[in-house]
């Protein structure tokens, strides 16, 4: 099974480095079907000069102890991501049918035995006002995702929420607004045992071409013994370009028990979270600041020694060589408030190369 997973990779790598780049690749076309490949091939080397939660996903500080007054560095492809998308035949008044299947290249337990893993996996009907969505997609709730280089790491638990689980999601599309909802996997032991299912809502428009405002909702409980704890949250996210290569985008969440869509929060906590990012956009250059945060608002609820807020500053300059070729650098200073154990930092550099198709 191993060696057909790697010979199934090489092929891909094979098929993009041969292929025209910034452009999906046509596996195939007919009348009725459409199969398009896309992807990128993506290096980072990320030094960090203090302790954090993790090499491969970074998100907050270790203690400020001397057991964590450490350096490190690691290298990794693991961010290498692959994708297809399929566009199907009508198949009534209009509703076509599609589908999408994405994967990478992740592994929490090693930076080079790499191990394929699912993203994104799902079909559509989709008809003119309408999209019936059923299999893994992001969630619907805090749908803001971040501009970055650290791809898996991605501000999760220090203010960035919302990731990808199974879900059944019905939209509806009205003029330049749309709102959806959605029954999600509950993710969780405790979530599977509540046998309720995880409800996301979201109501979007578009302002103008290419920026919108949004606000959501999510639901659902965990059975902790003969309980049933609530999972709860309310999020708006926004996006506003302007002045042609700049954009100003964001998010901010409120809510309890929200540690199933990445916070820190768990059981009876209190969170508020939010990250806020300014983009520049040209033909070679990219350019991105960005800040994050994640507060834990209940002190009595937060136990000795746990984290209890964190936050990151960041900045981001990436360089695009052309023909789909970039390299980058971004600096990130994160911060962490323990509780009686009191403050900690680390600093981190993440140089990138990336391929795209």
């Known amino acids: 099974m191993k060696r057909s997973v790697y010979f199934f990779c090489s092929l ?8 025209p780049s910034l452009a999906d690749i046509t596996l195939l076309q007919s009348d009725t079907h459409k199969f398009i490949f896309y992807g990128f091939l ?11 939660n993790s090499l491969t996903a970074p998100r907050y500080p270790k203690p400020d102890t001397p057991e964590n007054d450490f350096s490190s560095t690691n290298f990794t492809a693991m961010n290498t991501r692959f994708g297809f998308k399929w566009t199907g035949p009508e198949i009534f008044n209009g509703t076509k049918i599609n589908g999408h299947f994405e994967f990478d290249l992740f592994d929490g337990s090693s930076r080079n035995q ?46 960035n929420v919302g990731f990808r689980r199974a879900q059944i999601r019905y939209t509806r599309f009205f003029g330049s607004s749309e709102f959806a909802f959605a029954l999600s996997d509950p993710t969780t032991d405790a979530g599977i045992l509540s046998k309720m299912p995880i409800m996301q809502a979201r109501f979007s428009t ?26 709860k949250g309310v999020s708006a996210d926004f996006k506003f370009p302007f002045s042609g290569k700049f954009t100003i985008m964001g998010e901010v969440t409120y809510g309890q028990n929200l540690k199933v869509f990445l916070s820190r929060a768990s059981i009876g906590q209190n969170v508020l979270g939010g990250w806020l990012e300014l983009v520049y956009s040209s033909k070679k250059i990219d350019c991105y600041i960005g800040f ?11 136990a000795a020694s746990e984290l209890k807020d964190s936050n990151a500053v960041f900045f981001t300059l990436i360089h695009k060589l052309g023909k789909g070729v970039s390299y980058g650098i971004e600096f990130t200073r994160f911060s962490g408030d323990y509780k009686d154990l009191g403050s900690s930092s680390a600093n981190q550099l993440n140089f990138a190369m990336q391929y795209s198709f």
């Open 206 to 231: 578009k302002i103008k071409e290419n920026a919108n405002i949004g606000i959501s909702f999510a639901y659902g409980k965990e059975k902790i013994g003969e309980d049933n704890q609530d999972e």
């Open 114 to 159: 790499m191990q394929v893993r699912s993203r994104l996996a799902f079909l559509e009907l989709r008809g003119t006002h309408y999209s019936i969505i059923a299999g893994q997609h992001w969630d619907v709730f805090a749908a803001g995702l971040p501009l970055s280089l650290l791809t898996n790491g991605f501000y999760w638990q220090t203010g």
């Open 12 to 19: 891909l790598v094979v098929i993009a480095l041969t292929t």
């Open 292 to 302: 994050a945060a994640e507060l834990l608002t209940d002190d009595e609820h937060v």
């Open 42 to 52: 993506k290096f980072d080397a990320i030094f960090q000069d203090h302790a954090m």
